[in-house]
């Protein structure tokens, strides 16, 4: 074969840049010419769009810039300055250029940057300005890019040197005039916070800033991160209820198909990847997300962004929806680090109204904000207005529960903000005939059974607190000191009272662990830790005895000695928690109960009371009945098909058929050759039949 043949074989395989750029792969040195030839067309081209970028070789240029990326690794000498150049054109010309041009130059440096032929601090920079664009396929393809480098570069150690740069210049993409980079910008850093890679307090302050944004969409994005809402990313601009239907059609859908065609491998494997993405569903669905507070307290001035945001909400002309975000964000900033902000209360007294709209969630957030260290004075007028507004005879029996509801929450957080006289009207609705009301009622009444029980009137303390008689009311700033573990004192008690041959009455765990034939006359063994059989056998009495005998102050002083010369073991907590739980049963000697979770979330469905569905009459009855009806179809058998990918029937089947063929089915021919004796004992059957029916 001559050379020239050979060569014009040659031009023939390289007939496209795909082709070509396999055979570089393949040998690099082989090819370099036909490598030179087209650098040297990309560089024309390239010149001729730095002076016109909107022409019409857009296609063209985009080929080539797609070959060289991918043979960038086989001459890297040649292709030094591809980064840069790429980067230039898009830095200066990327508003003219053609949509499928820009994605393409953008895939091209994502191809480089994989390769290690590009530096991470200088693409992500211009990516970030690239979110100014208004293509949303191209900023989804370069949000997914930014996490995904981001998490490789900090894989295995965090690299603080490339996160401090890309995070300085990301913060001030904040504050762009775009809107949509600056609520891209913030999504970046929302999902690496998620991710755990940018989770410190730099990048949770730089969001708080973001907080002040004017811009609502930046603004509500920021509220959502802090209020726990923050699972934010590429599918913020849909919703994922399709995909899910997706799934769940694709699973039923090779489901059937497994089960009507030919068992097979790939049908199996289909099967099984369908099978884990509706988990994958199920268990998303049902997973239940808890509020982490983490954010709140990483801070550097919570209480000067508190103001700040009730400053921004005082001024604020935005939706109803925004505005309550920012109550809920002040109140829990208020309720974890325990502010004060006095300003706040009258502000949301304002709204405190049951016909207000989402009134419930105003009163949580009123119930959020109040904690132990906010003056009982600035408390006492949002009571008044609750129990004005909601508790009243004029008010219906849902809106007096809920004003219940609320002021027992706010007085569970703030014992001090409430008077004598106000507890005692309201405890009048005890006897309320709605049941929700007259529950409402009662649990406020026990809450200051246990709080402050000298506000109730004194048949409204109970039997139980006037024998006890243990209330320690704390005063305002006042907190109360734990001078041993909590619990030891009851340990202490038991270990005396089993040392002396005695069990407390109510351990009724450990006299199961007793053999009834070893203990015929039924009474209480106790079995200790170490399994020595106590020497005696006491009765509820005898215990109740000695339990009466230690007063107050010897259980202190037993628990305090406890804590210092001895070291409680895991056997020990769980004792401890099991007399707390027996004793907390006994009348008389009630565990008090605390305002603990000051700060908590309080969800505002929790002061929704539980009200029971009124009785319809005759014509509502069958108004529904009639509702039910609407797009039923016609009452009777379901017929057709109940899936909709199964097959037909053979009876739909041959309905279908042309007659010239059901003629010689042998169903058919023998109709035609029965003998009339048997046509009759045909019709006499289908006669005793229909007769049996209808009886």
């Given amino acids: 074969m001559s050379k020239r043949t050979r060569l014009a074989d ?55 810039v797609s070959f060289l990326s991918a043979v960038a690794p086989c001459f890297p000498s040649d292709l030094v300055e591809l980064p840069q150049e790429l980067i230039d054109l898009l830095t200066h010309h990327h ?94 850093m929302v999902e690496l916070y998620n991710r755990q890679i940018w989770n410190d307090a730099r990048t949770v302050n730089a ?13 509500c994005a920021a509220v959502k991160f802090f209020l726990g809402d923050n699972k934010v990313g590429m599918g913020d601009e849909g919703s994922d209820d399709d995909d899910d239907d997706e799934i769940a059609d694709a699973y039923r859908q090779q489901l059937h198909a497994n089960t009507r065609n030919k068992k097979t491998g790939a049908r199996k494997r289909k099967l099984e990847k369908a099978l884990r993405g509706l988990s994958r569903r199920e268990r998303k669905r049902g997973r239940n997300e ?73 009163l949580a957030y009123v119930a959020q904000a109040s904690h132990s260290l906010v003056p009982s004075e600035n408390l006492e007028s949002v009571l008044l207005a609750i129990a004005n507004n909601f508790v009243s005879e004029r008010s219906s029996p849902e809106a ?60 409204d303390r109970g039997k139980q607190v006037a024998e006890s008689g243990d209330a320690d009311i704390l005063e305002y700033g006042e907190q109360p000191v734990a001078e041993f573990v909590p619990g030891t004192e009851l340990l202490s008690m038991y270990e005396d009272v089993t040392a002396a041959g005695t069990v407390l009455p109510e351990q009724d765990t450990l006299a199961e662990a007793s053999d009834d034939d070893d203990n015929p006359s039924g009474d209480w063994v106790d079995v200790p830790q170490d399994g020595r059989q106590p020497a005696v056998a006491s009765t509820p009495a005898d215990s109740e005895a000695i339990v009466d005998e230690l007063s107050v102050q010897a259980r202190t002083a037993r628990a305090r000695e406890l804590g210092v010369t001895r070291t409680l073991t895991d056997e020990d907590f769980a004792r401890i928690r099991q007399l707390q739980v027996e ?61 909709e990918y199964s097959s ?9 058929k042309n007659p010239m063929m059901l003629r010689h089915k042998p169903s058919i021919k023998a109709k035609a050759k029965m003998s009339i004796r048997d046509r009759q004992m045909r019709q006499s059957s289908r006669r005793k039949k229909r007769k049996g029916q209808l009886m």
């Avoid at 010419?33 to 070789?57: G, K, S, V, W």
């Avoid at 969001?207 to 603004?219: D, E, G, N, W």
């Avoid at 000697?589 to 000051?598: F, H, P, S, W, Y």
């Fill in 10 to 64: 040659r031009n023939r395989a390289v007939g496209t840049l795909a082709q070509l750029q396999n055979l570089v792969k393949r040998d690099p040195g082989a090819y370099r010419d036909e490598f030179m030839c087209q650098l040297r067309h990309y560089r024309a081209n390239l010149d001729i769009f730095r002076l016109h970028p909107t022409q019409q070789a857009a296609h063209e240029f985009g080929e080539l």
């Fill in 95 to 188: 508003a003219q250029l053609d949509p499928d041009l820009r994605q393409t130059l953008c895939r091209a440096l994502i191809l480089l940057r994989n390769r290690d032929l590009l530096s991470s601090t200088s693409l992500l920079q211009l990516f970030f300005q690239l979110f100014r664009c208004p293509d949303k396929a191209l900023r989804e393809m370069l949000y997914s890019h930014i996490v995904s480098d981001i998490r490789r570069i900090n894989t295995g150690h965090k690299n603080n040197a490339v996160n401090k740069k890309l995070q300085s210049f990301m913060f001030s993409m904040l504050s762009d005039e775009s809107p949509i980079a600056a609520k891209k910008s913030l999504d970046v």
């Fill in 207 to 219: 969001i708080a800033v973001a907080c002040l944004s004017a811009l609502p969409k930046v603004c």
């Fill in 290 to 362: 808890a509020f982490d507070s983490t954010a709140l307290h990483l801070l550097n001035d919570p209480q000067g962004f508190a103001e700040k945001l009730f400053k921004k909400l005082s001024a604020s002309k935005e939706r109803f929806e925004l505005r309550l975000m920012l109550m809920n964000l002040i109140s829990r900033l208020i309720g974890v680090h325990q502010l004060v902000l006095f300003n706040f209360y009258p502000f949301l007294q304002r709204y405190l109204q049951p016909r207000q709209q989402d009134v419930t969630r105003v």
């Fill in 400 to 459: 007096i529960a809920v004003g219940l509801n609320a002021i027992r929450e706010i007085c569970s957080r703030c014992p001090l903000a409430m008077t004598e006289t106000l507890l005692q009207d309201l405890v009048q609705y005890k006897s309320f005939k709605s049941k929700s009301v007259m529950m409402a009622a009662r649990s406020l009444i026990q809450l200051f059974r246990d709080l402050n029980p000298t506000l109730l009137h004194k048949r």
């Fill in 583 to 643: 004793r907390a049963l006994q009348p008389a000697t009630r565990l008090k109960r605390t305002a603990e979770g000051e700060g908590d979330k309080l969800d505002p469905t929790a002061l929704m009371p539980d009200m029971k569905k009124k009785k319809q009459n005759k014509e509502e009855r069958l108004q529904s009945v009639m509702e039910g009806r609407k797009d039923r179809g016609k009452y009777g058998a379901q017929k057709g098909k109940q899936n």
């Fill in 648 to 656: 037909t029937t053979n009876k739909e089947k041959a309905r279908h």
